[in-house]
């Protein structure tokens, strides 16, 4: 498994840095951000976004982290601060990207050949709750089917806001993140798979040290955006990637365990390969020591 992308750490399975992965792939493609090694100052954070031209909101996110875990989208110098004195050293700042469709494509090649494939494409839709005119903030989280799964959260990101009544027909918009523990409805898209330009993938990938198996995270104005490629990459994801359009509410288990099992296939052929090409496998006990120290 660790070894299917060896240019990343452990194969991009966990704690290897996004950072890293993001400064290989083209300009034109990457929203601006600028990484802080040790935990930035208010003043450093308020410093680069001046240099990078960046007003709010930003996106703060850790380096290592997965599946949405740490990243946030802030809006003033009190949320700046909030999120350094909870977070440690290794911070990404990145400019939020207003486009409203945000996808996960899954992108696979073999070593031994010249193009990938699209083997997922998902649509990532927004948490949000409407007003009624009568109901508080809470109410409407709590009768929300999505939103009660989240409610700690909500409860303590909107604490100030929970007894606010929307207007009827009012959109209160919760994520404009597509993260999966934030409360994102995932939806199957891959009606698109053969309509993306592979060659665009191709090429990004191409940038990237020995990277075969993963997953952008993509903001794009529109899905013909998307198949034109012109869009911004938000993130890289390695082996720790799944084919998130399993996570449709309308996909079934059984289909969602069978495209499971096809990609960690593709994981095996391609991990396979690459140890014969002579790439160095992490030892087990590495590994484990590894993860229980996370």
Not at 87 to 103: C, D, K, R, W
Not at 124 to 133: I, N, R, S
Not at 237 to 246: D, K, L, T
Request: proline share 4%; glycine share 6%; aromatic share 12%.
């Amino acid at each position: 498994m660790t070894l299917v992308n060896p240019g990343m750490k452990y194969g991009g399975f966990f704690n290897y840095s996004k950072f890293n992965a993001l400064k290989q792939i083209p300009e034109e493609y990457l929203p601006k951000s600028h990484f802080f090694f040790s935990t930035p100052t208010l003043q450093e954070v308020k410093s680069t976004m001046k240099q990078l031209d960046l007003n709010f909101p930003i996106i703060l996110k850790p380096d290592e982290g997965e599946r949405g875990s740490g990243v946030e989208k802030v809006n003033s110098d009190e949320e700046i601060e909030n999120y350094l004195s909870t977070n440690p050293s290794g911070v990404i700042l990145q400019e939020f990207i207003t486009a409203n469709y945000e996808y996960g494509v899954m992108y696979v090649r073999h070593p031994s050949e010249q193009s990938g494939q699209i083997t997922s494409v998902v649509y990532k839709g927004e948490l949000f709750v409407v007003g009624d005119g009568k109901s508080t903030l809470l109410e409407l989280f709590k009768s929300h089917r999505r939103a009660v799964l989240y409610i700690d959260f909500l409860k303590e990101k909107y604490n100030k806001e929970l007894d606010l009544i929307l207007l009827e027909n009012e959109v209160f918009m919760l994520s404009k993140m597509g993260n999966h523990c934030r409360g994102a409805i995932f939806n199957d898209a891959n009606y698109l798979k053969d309509e993306l330009d592979i060659r665009v993938f191709d090429k990004i990938s191409s940038h990237v040290d020995d990277f075969y198996f993963g997953r952008y995270d993509i903001k794009a104005e529109s899905e013909e955006a998307l198949k034109d490629g012109h869009f911004k990459i938000m993130e890289l994801n390695g082996v720790n990637s799944e084919p998130a359009h399993i996570y449709d509410p309308d996909n079934s288990i059984i289909r969602a365990y069978k495209d499971l099992f096809l990609h960690w296939w593709k994981i095996y052929q391609i991990s396979k390969e690459n140890r014969k090409k002579g790439y160095p496998e992490t030892s087990f006990p590495l590994l484990v020591k590894s993860l229980m120290q996370r």
